[in-house]
């Protein structure tokens, strides 16, 4: 079969058609995504993604170039992305300087349940951006993406998650306790 009705058959969704593609073309995307991540384990799992955006984008492929250059872009894009990725979370981490206490604070057990109950109480979508964003470190760009969303509405559904938090979280303080002033949304 020639690679251009390998490619028509696997738009359409055919499952042979695309484990052809992907026999035929494996070694040269991992390769592509090897010389990229330095290390194998890596380039597998950028391999993986680069797979499965080929295969979705597949669709999408109008013969302009050749499909092994169409599917190179995709491959290099993909490891770049995750690269880039990787590098905002470490530049994100700190190092834990030494002769700090890892132990829980008294009080920290409380603390953990007040913010997971708030984290429980807020809609769906605004929780899910803050954990991408704060807790994971997605960029707005990156969640904007993974969710189908512009990037503003990322922006935007972060601030209301965190004001919303902030309401749910506010304390007073009265005889030396800290008590919860409102759970509500």
Partial sequence: MS???LIRKASAGDGRAIRALYE???PRVF????RIAGDD???????????IRA???????????????WLHRIAVNAALQALRKAETRQKREAPMPEGVSVG??????????RLEGALDRLPDRMRTVLILHDVEGYTHEEIGELLGVAPGTSKSQLFKARAKMRDML???????TQEVESWSI
């Fill in 3 to 5: 690679e251009a009705q």
């Fill in 55 to 69: 295969i979705r984008a597949l669709p999408t492929f109008r013969g302009d170039a050749r499909f092994s250059t």
């Fill in 170 to 176: 506010r304390t007073v303080w009265t005889s030396g």
């Fill in 104 to 113: 829980p604070a008294p009080g920290d057990a409380l603390l953990g349940q």
């Fill in 24 to 26: 035929r073309y494996a």
């Fill in 31 to 34: 390769a592509v995504v090897r």
């Fill in 41 to 51: 384990d890596l380039a597998q799992d950028y391999a993986q993604e680069a797979w």
